[in-house]
């Protein structure tokens, strides 16, 4: 007996030592208790699990043969195996309790904060404004690995029953649906479920589940999903799923889910309101443009043709009249072709009609005719671009043009237009003074508002002494043949 209490001081002594040690806890166990063959699986009740001494889920049974689990305070703490002959109630236990105790609110921790990081890294990409894409696909992942997922989606419900894959990602060797196929939902899944009553849902197995969905589930290896909706706006937009290929996720972990999905809800909140904003930008040079067409019809068609007809009365007038009647009004003719005239260029200023009628080649053709400096051009260009996109390029050569005319002192200037990576590209250079800026004038800068409404771009390249360059591109996604 007094040996027996001797061995489990000394064995008391080793494990205190053991607890106030560090580095690998289960290889220092197993060296203290001499049993080299000891694992160790430690319980995480907020994620309803347990994990190996790394943090990775687990997959132990602790009702398995030669498992033994550990309590402290009345909570279980951790599963050893090859330890089933210690007295669960001694002296000895109660240190290897608190020792595992103490690993394990470190694992938990561990847990917590990879969880916080997880979200922090999503929340920084969706401040950042990062491509949607780029920011579904990195919920995708990190919503996997941390819930122990062996794969996820986004999905975007478009219908009822109905949803098409936004986003995903897929451990090695797993199957997984494809981004943008449009599924049809069948079966109570988890997304069902979600679409069903906008809340957190679950399943535990797909085993017997009638449908189609359900059946591709079964064939891709998933045996449970847990989800939770996207909402955007009040409105429920999808949901992010998580799907296991080998057991059921723990208690909570759609809820857990949640916190992932609101981030989601915000970056589809954030894209959505960078795109409303620029469909309504679009439409308000759209309708600018539409205003300065029927401006310049209106012209046309009524003042100009006026004008026209009371230019022909006029010379009409001069050939019947006395000659000192005739001179006077002669010289009125001549007034009313140049205010003629003025109200030409005015109508152009406003929207050529050859824009409208011939498009974009005909129109810098006219351009390029009416330049006091000679003006090359070289155009490989033979489609129709939407008549806001034509109109923006035009109207960038044309200041560009004048500019060149009224202070760069070039002797040629030259309009280059091209279809490169998607977008189409004018560029017109000049060989004068240079040492312009984008910012110098209003014309310019109004022009890359515009096209920057557009999708498009602006730049002003110049320097003094050789010349400046003005470079524009919208893109061609729009563009018709």
């Not at 003025?342 to 080649?361: C, F, K, T, Y």
């Amino acid at each position: 007996m007094t040996g027996s209490y001797q061995s489990d001081r000394s064995l008391v002594t080793m494990l205190s030592r053991l607890a106030a040690g560090t580095g690998d806890v289960r290889a220092r166990l197993a060296a203290a208790l001499g049993r080299p063959e000891l694992t160790v699986a430690y319980w995480l009740p907020d994620a309803e699990r347990w994990v190996d001494p790394v943090g990775e889920r687990s997959e132990l049974d602790e009702a398995g043969p030669g498992v033994t689990v550990v309590s402290y305070r009345g909570d279980r703490v951790a599963a050893l195996t090859h330890a089933e002959d210690l007295d669960r109630e001694g002296p000895v236990m109660h240190v290897i309790a608190l020792v595992l105790e103490n690993e394990r609110l470190r694992l938990a921790l561990h847990s917590r904060l990879a969880e916080q990081q997880a979200l922090r890294r999503i929340a920084t990409a969706v401040a950042g404004q990062h491509p949607p894409d780029e920011v579904l696909e990195l919920v995708a992942e990190e919503v996997a690995r941390h819930l122990g997922g062996d794969s996820a989606m986004t999905a975007r419900y478009d219908g009822p029953s109905l949803f098409t894959v936004v986003a995903e990602w897929s451990a090695a060797g797993i199957g997984h649906f494809p981004k943008g196929r449009q599924i049809r939902l069948g079966g109570p899944t988890a997304l069902a479920r979600v679409q069903r009553t906008g809340a957190p849902a679950r399943v535990d197995s797909y085993e017997g589940m009638p449908g189609a969905y359900p059946a591709e589930l079964r064939a891709l290896g998933v045996r449970a999903t847990v989800a939770a909706p996207i909402v955007v706006d009040g409105a429920l937009w999808g949901a992010v799923a998580v799907a296991s290929a080998s057991t059921p996720f723990p208690p909570r972990a759609e809820a857990r889910l949640g916190a992932f999905a609101e981030l989601v809800a915000q970056a589809v909140a954030n894209v959505d309101a960078r795109i409303k904003l620029h469909q309504s930008r679009t439409r308000i040079v759209e309708a600018a443009d539409a205003a300065r067409r029927k401006i310049e019809r209106d012209l046309h068609d009524g003042a100009q043709q006026r004008l026209v007809s009371l230019a022909l009365s006029l010379a009409m007038l001069a050939r019947t009249s006395e000659s000192a009647t005739a001179v006077a009004v002669k010289a009125c003719a001549d007034e009313l072709q140049a205010a003629l005239g003025e109200l030409r260029e005015l109508a152009r200023g406003i929207h050529p009609a050859v824009l409208s009628e011939r498009g974009l080649e005909a129109a810098l053709q006219a351009l390029a005719a009416r330049s006091p400096v000679p003006v090359e051009l070289d155009v490989e260009f033979d489609r129709r671009l939407p008549p806001a996109h034509e109109a923006a390029l035009y109207f960038v050569a044309a200041e560009a043009l004048t500019n060149v005319a009224k202070y760069a002192k070039a002797t040629t200037a030259k309009v280059t237009l091209r279809v490169q990576g998607g977008q189409v590209e004018i560029a017109i250079t000049d060989d004068g003074v240079g040492g312009a800026f984008a910012s110098g004038g209003s014309g310019l800068r109004g022009l890359a508002d515009r096209l920057d409404a557009l999708g498009g771009t602006m730049a002003v390249e110049s320097v003094a002494g050789i010349g400046t360059t003005v470079r524009a591109a919208v893109p061609t996604s729009e563009a018709q043949r």
